[in-house]
Every structure is written in C-alpha cells, then in structure tokens.
C-alpha cells in the first residue's frame, strides 16, 4: 500500500513558469486536498475536493487550479509562479467524513520560485 | 485574526516529563479536533482526534477539548526523545476543510 505519492520531490522554477504538481493515492479516499506549509504559518489549504469531479476552494486559492477526473489523482497547477509560492506542498486523502482516519499525508514537494 | 493559534515553541523537556500542547481557536463552529504529529522534512501524521467536547486517551497521549473556552490541549506523558517533532492541532466544522495552527516545536532531551 503506497499511501498518497507526491511527485516531484523537489523543483526549482522560474518567475512566470507554470508546473504540474501530481498527488496520487491508491485507498480509494473520497477527499483530497492540497495544503502549503510556510514558516510560521503552519499548513494552509489551497484546494480540496470531496469526490471525483468536484473541487471547492480554501483559504489560499490565488494562483492555483486543480481538477479531479478520478478517485485516484488530485494534481494541482501553478498557474505563472510567483516567489511567494515558495513553499512546501502536501497533498492528503482521508475516507469521506470517516474521523477514525484523519488525513494521510503525503512526504511532499519543496518547491522553489526564483 | 487567525481562525487556530498556537505557540510555536520551542519547547525544551527532560526525558520522562510531563509535556502540554495547547490551541485556541475563534470559530465556535469547530466541532472536529485532531492533532498531527510532524518530524522534519516529512508529511504530518494523524496523532488522536476527537469530536466535539471531552477528552480522550491513547496510551501516554490525551487530548482534551474544552469547546466554552475556545481551547484544545494535547498531553504527553513520560516522554520520550523520539517525541522531539513538531506537534500541529487542526480543527473544522465540517471535515471537509481543516484549518491548522501552526505548529509547536518540541525537543525532549535525553
């Protein structure tokens, strides 16, 4: 059982690029959201989605898309990166309101925006 | 004002103490409490979690939520240096977007 797999580990990008950040899990959870850990800020969400073809916004969406075509894959795009979106991005899956299993994290992607 | 706070530490410990963890929080929706557990470099891991009011043990960890003072606290007993890690409380009302505090250092000293 693989769990969420977040790929890539590490990017560095350039001011105006845009990136696909993949998230994959393989638990057939319902929910999927991405977050961005920054210093002092603790875990932000940007996007979630509670089941393939619907995904709502969080608190920090600007910059951001994602779209949900299967149970299995939430990628999330930058648009035009900017260095504020220097951060570390998780992704994470839980069952559909099931509280015995929280959120399962994936390891995450250290992005960097030059 | 930020919907979760919470001291980010550090926190300093001898092996064996008694440590306490706390968040308080503004929305008086918030009826789902968990705490995640986060070593460095690596994704958070789901610790306990409870629901609404009251406490709830898991072996040496409790969790206790006190809803009429806005306030969550997380209780490590006999602890030990595996402990050392980042102790994050996150809370929604509707489990579908959680809000985090943003993290309380812990080291515990052998």
């Known amino acids: 059982n693989a769990g969420v797999t977040q790929t890539p580990k590490f990017q560095v990008l350039k001011t105006g690029q845009s990136m696909t950040l993949q998230c994959a899990q393989d638990?057939?959870?319902?929910?999927m959201s991405w977050y961005r850990q920054d210093p002092g800020m603790g875990l932000r969400l940007i996007h979630y989605s509670v089941g393939a073809g619907i995904t709502d916004q969080g608190e920090v969406p600007n910059g951001y898309n994602v779209s949900r075509s299967t149970t299995e894959d939430f990628p999330l795009r930058l648009l035009s990166a900017a260095p504020s979106q220097t951060s570390v991005y998780f992704c994470?899956?839980?069952?559909?309101?099931?509280?015995?299993?929280?959120?399962?994290f994936g390891s995450g992607t250290r992005l960097t925006v030059v | 004002q930020k919907e979760v706070e919470q001291d980010p530490g550090p926190l300093s410990v001898p092996e064996g103490a008694i440590v306490s963890l706390n968040c308080t929080y503004s929305?008086?929706?918030?009826?789902?409490f968990m705490w995640y557990r986060q070593y460095s470099r690596k994704g958070p891991e789901l610790l306990m979690y409870t629901y609404s009011s009251g406490n709830k043990e898991d072996g040496r960890f409790t969790a206790q939520v006190d809803k009429s003072s806005k306030y969550i606290s997380l209780f490590i007993r006999d602890s030990q240096p595996s402990d050392s890690a980042t102790y994050l409380c996150a809370m929604s009302y509707n489990f579908n977007k959680f809000y985090f505090g943003s993290g309380t250092k812990l080291n515990v000293k052998p």
């Open positions: 929305n008086s929706a918030f009826q789902y």
């Open positions: 638990m057939n959870h319902e929910y």
């Open positions: 994470a899956s839980t069952p559909s309101g099931d509280l015995n299993y929280g959120y399962t």
